[in-house]
């Protein structure tokens, strides 16, 4: 990847950031690399917890997922933070 540099506009101050590893947005290559991420991190995840597990505290969309739990005690909060 080549240095890109990313402007960020706030009220009346404009930040810069120079991104100099990573996929750069866009990239042709990014929905690969995401398909095999996402392959590792599943597959380690299966070998910890079950299917079902899975299916209950995993959202997976596009190029985004985000884990879920039903908190309704301390207890479960506690497991959450564990699970993490």
């Given amino acids: 990847m080549t240095p890109h540099t990313?402007?960020?506009?706030?009220?009346?101050v404009v930040g810069k950031i120079?991104?100099?590893?990573g996929i750069q947005q866009g990239s042709k290559d990014a929905p690969l690399f995401w398909n095999l991420?996402?392959?590792?991190?599943?597959?380690?995840?299966?070998a910890q917890y079950d299917h079902d597990w899975i299916l209950n505290h995993l959202i997976v969309y596009a190029d985004d997922f985000h884990m879920r739990w039903i908190v309704q005690s301390p207890a479960?909060?506690?497991r959450a933070?564990?699970?993490l």
């Fill in 6 to 12: 990313y402007y960020i506009p706030f009220k009346e």
């Fill in 18 to 21: 120079q991104a100099t590893g």
């Fill in 37 to 46: 991420t996402m392959y590792i991190i599943l597959h380690d995840l299966l």
């Fill in 76 to 78: 479960d909060g506690l």
């Fill in 81 to 83: 933070m564990h699970d």
